[in-house]
């Protein structure tokens, strides 16, 4: 009897199946950076990785993200006209949500937006979106208190670099654990600080600067050494991760994880099947020489490499008092010949052609690449058309079942991004616009309370972007039977 599940089985067939025997934590620290880095060439460099990349961002930020539909108002009973009841009604605010929906759309602005003043919200979250897709994760920093806008904040993107993921240990003085350059208070195991390189680790100019950090505070080059790692409150740092697959897992990881893999070996095969078609044109060839005895002439051959001597040339060398028949047997002197297309040559004896042959186009290419592309698709969530670019025998049906499950998808991310990055960034904006005076001095007749802070963010609904249709009038039709059955 054998008390095992057949999952667990060894056997010679799958000696090299490993498991995963550690922590989320444990896994992303030792692959953290040659994954991101990967993931980072792979869409950068492959049209693809590209692809996924931007079908992603595309499909769940779109060129509006998630527009402000604010809905402040109060619940009070007033009578039903048809009936004369009293009844309980939500009535809207209207110049209140119309006010707070155009000082959001003003706020997206490149100028106002980001502390640089050079980025509008919208590029912002497609960045932010495509780093977490891509990197696993970003970092936003909220600055209050900003004083070239009349809003009084804007927001900073910082790269996943900024957080070392090797930097553990303890905060000082404090028995707070840091992990991923993270320091979390020791009972809940909640952030309250994020150490953040004081300078991107990339960059070229800093590389050496910061290979010279020793933390004793005397100045290198005129930066403090002090600022080595900056601490900043973590109520002031959105980290938004891509989502995550594990309980105790503190940071997002690539969604290329799965994929980066398949995405390579397209770029190999790609280049593979370019060389080969390339060398098919060039038709290589080379000599090869062999070295005859006596023995293995028979006379007519030997009186023809004879002639060829006295006649001091060869059929090869073209003639000219300058050629040496030794030193050409010897190989010492190059052999050359221009002929006619269509002609025939006689060589030498002892040499033979031999010519490589690339054996293009490969009839298996095509379905590499597909199969590869399917695999990328299954492991991004992204349809397969996309990657691709191949939309060939895609009827309407086909085209809405291969959609939905990349939608729902899309819609997954769309909640996650509202939930981590729209209503605290939104919230924040709210905070400091209110305590900045704007709304008293815009909207004289407007009251705007600090104390409905909370209110004004729970009323705030951010529409995400959804798709046109694939059959527009079956679809169309659909919905209006929907609506007139109350569905």
């Known amino acids: 009897l054998k008390r095992s599940y057949d999952a667990a089985v060894t056997t010679g067939y799958n000696a090299d199946f490993t498991g995963t025997y550690t922590s989320a934590n444990s896994e992303i620290i030792s692959s953290d950076y040659q994954a991101r880095a990967r993931a980072r060439t792979i869409c950068k460099d492959t049209p693809q990785g590209k692809a996924a ?31 004369g009841e009293m009844q309980r009604k939500f009535i809207q605010n209207v110049e209140l949500n119309e006010a707070f929906e155009a000082e959001w759309d003003i706020f997206g602005q490149p100028e106002y937006y980001t502390v640089k003043g ?30 070239f806008n009349d809003y009084r904040y804007a927001v900073e993107l910082l790269e996943a670099d900024r957080l ?44 050496s600067q910061m290979a010279g950090y020793n933390m ?48 390579w070996r397209i770029f190999q095969y790609e280049k593979a099947l370019t060389y080969a078609a390339i060398a098919s044109c060039m038709k290589v060839f080379w000599w090869k020489k062999m070295f005859p005895t006596g023995l293995t002439l ?20 073209g003639g000219g008092s300058n050629d040496n028949p030794a030193a050409r047997q010897e190989g010492l002197q190059p052999r050359r010949s221009v002929e006619m297309p269509g002609s025939t040559l006689d060589l030498p004896y002892g ?36 990657i691709s670019g191949d939309f060939q025998n895609l009827g309407f049906a086909a085209a809405l079942m291969c959609s939905t499950p990349a939608q729902d998808n899309y ?19 709210a905070h400091a616009t209110i305590m900045s005076g704007l709304f008293d001095k815009k909207y004289p007749d407007l ?23 694939v059959n527009p009038l079956v679809q169309a039709q659909t919905q209006i039977i929907q609506l007139e059955a109350g569905v």
């Open 53 to 83: 990349l931007r079908t992603n961002v595309n499909n769940v930020i779109g060129h509006k993200p998630f527009e402000l539909d604010m809905r402040f108002g109060d619940w009070k009973m007033v009578k039903n006209p048809k009936t």
């Open 118 to 147: 050079d980025m509008s919200r919208m590029e912002c979250d497609r960045i932010i979106e495509a780093s977490a897709f891509r990197d696993g994760y970003v970092l936003l920093r909220h600055h209050d208190e900003f004083p």
């Open 164 to 207: 070392q993921s090797q930097f553990y240990g303890n905060a000082d003085g404090t028995r707070n654990p840091i992990r991923f350059s993270i320091e979390f208070d020791p009972k809940w195991n909640r952030a309250v600080k994020y150490w953040l390189l004081a300078m991107h680790p990339g960059d070229s100019f800093g590389q």
């Open 216 to 263: 004793s505070g005397n100045p290198l080059n005129g930066v403090d050494q002090q600022n080595f790692r900056i601490g900043i409150d973590a109520k002031d740092i959105i980290l938004f991760n891509n989502l995550r697959d594990r309980a105790e897992q503190d940071v997002g990881f690539t969604e290329l994880d799965a994929t980066v893999q398949s995405l």
């Open 298 to 317: 028979d006379p007519d051959q030997f009186d023809s490499m004879v002639k060829n001597l006295a006649a001091n040339k060869t059929p090869m060398s």
């Open 351 to 386: 040499l033979e052609l031999m010519q490589t042959d690339p054996k293009f186009p490969i009839e298996a290419a095509h379905p590499f690449r597909q199969d590869n592309q399917r695999d990328i698709a299954v492991g991004t969530g992204v349809r397969y058309q996309d």
């Open 411 to 429: 819609k997954i991310r769309q909640r996650n991004y509202i939930d981590h990055v729209r209503r605290p960034t939104f919230r924040r904006w």
């Open 447 to 469: 009251t705007v309370s600090i104390r409905l802070l909370e209110s004004y963010v729970q009323a705030a609904l951010f529409k995400g972007k959804r798709w046109a249709y």
